[in-house]
């Protein structure tokens, strides 16, 4: 994982407080997830569950996504309760909160924060599933940070996806802290670092990033660093290819 040379803070990276942090499912149990555990020691995590976040309690009775009538809500079916708009605004509130932030580990198949796997029924009692998809949480993370990395936990189990992510939320923690006073040696330290991946994930948006700085010699140190995050930001973020819900 690439760290600053000038720096030794951890990447802080979001993850979903069921997965061994705490006894937060529905069903009151923590899940162990022994590979999260082993990168304790090389980034800051910041546990969440915005099933909690809401008021929800643990133990509660399960959630899921309905689609029909061609929209889809997130309802408690014991209750009927429409959680939706409460939880899109519990994410907004814990970005705003706990502001810097490189990544997100999620536990996946969650109706709340899975990326990719959840299910969506048809209807709130019947227990077919028409689709699978992003779940709620996660998918208002997305839109508000769409830059910001993320992996399911059964991915972490796969090494390219863990090698990946590892270097993604490295990379992103070290630009957080590049100053103006780094200078431009500062930049190419990171922009080097950078290159390798980029090159394999994003070659278009690599030889952008190449040509930056000499087609902006003359910008002071200030004004370099805020093009450079500016441009490094939206190709990081054509990176990310995780499939919307729909
Ligand atoms: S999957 Fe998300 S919402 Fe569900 S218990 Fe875990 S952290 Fe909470």
């Given at each position: 994982?690439?760290?600053?040379?000038?720096?030794?803070?951890?990447?802080?990276?979001?993850?979903?407080?069921?997965?061994?942090?705490?006894?937060?499912?529905?069903?009151?149990?923590?899940?162990?997830?022994?590979?999260?555990?082993?990168?304790?020691?090389?980034?800051?995590?910041?546990?969440?569950?915005?099933?909690?976040?809401?008021?929800?309690?643990?133990?509660?009775?399960?959630?899921?996504i309905?689609r029909?009538?061609?929209g889809e809500?997130?309802?408690?079916?014991?209750?009927?309760?429409?959680?939706?708009?409460?939880?899109?605004?519990?994410?907004?509130?814990?970005?705003?909160?706990?502001?810097?932030?490189?990544?997100?580990?999620?536990?996946?198949?969650?109706?709340?924060?899975?990326?990719?796997?959840?299910?969506i029924?048809?209807?709130?009692?019947?227990?077919?599933?028409v689709d699978?998809g992003e779940?709620?949480?996660?998918?208002?993370?997305?839109?508000?940070?769409?830059?910001?990395?993320?992996?399911?936990?059964?991915?972490?189990?796969?090494?390219?996806?863990?090698?990946?992510?590892?270097?993604?939320?490295?990379?992103?923690?070290?630009?957080?802290?590049?100053?103006?006073?780094?200078?431009?040696?500062?930049?190419?330290?990171?922009?080097?670092?950078?290159?390798?991946?980029?090159?394999?994930?994003?070659?278009?948006?690599?030889?952008?990033?190449?040509?930056?700085?000499?087609?902006?010699?003359?910008?002071?140190?200030?004004?370099?660093?805020?093009?450079?995050?500016?441009?490094?930001?939206?190709?990081?973020?054509?990176?990310?290819?995780?499939p919307p819900r729909s």
């Amino acid at each position: 994982m690439p760290s600053s040379p000038s720096s030794c803070e951890k990447p802080r990276v979001a993850v979903s407080a069921c997965l061994g942090f705490r006894a937060c499912r529905y069903d009151g149990a923590i899940l162990d997830c022994p590979t999260l555990s082993s990168l304790a020691g090389r980034v800051e995590f910041v546990p969440v569950c915005p099933e909690e976040g809401i008021g929800l309690g643990t133990p509660r009775p399960p959630i899921r996504i309905v689609r029909n009538g061609g929209g889809e809500r997130l309802i408690q079916p014991s209750t009927g309760r429409d959680l939706g708009g409460r939880i899109e605004d519990f994410a907004e509130g814990f970005l705003a909160r706990e502001g810097a932030l490189d990544g997100f580990v999620v536990k996946s198949r969650s109706p709340s924060c899975a990326l990719r796997d959840t299910k969506i029924h048809s209807s709130l009692h019947d227990e077919t599933q028409v689709d699978r998809g992003e779940g709620w949480f996660a998918r208002r993370v997305r839109t508000l940070r769409p830059h910001l990395p993320r992996i399911e936990e059964t991915d972490l189990e796969i090494p390219p996806a863990l090698e990946d992510f590892l270097i993604e939320v490295g990379l992103l923690s070290w630009l957080r802290r590049l100053r103006p006073g780094d200078g431009k040696k500062g930049i190419a330290a990171h922009r080097a670092e950078a290159q390798p991946y980029l090159a394999r994930r994003n070659p278009r948006g690599n030889s952008e990033l190449e040509r930056l700085r000499k087609e902006h010699r003359t910008l002071g140190d200030e004004a370099f660093l805020d093009l450079y995050r500016t441009v490094f930001l939206r190709v990081f973020t054509e990176v990310r290819k995780e499939p919307p819900r729909s």
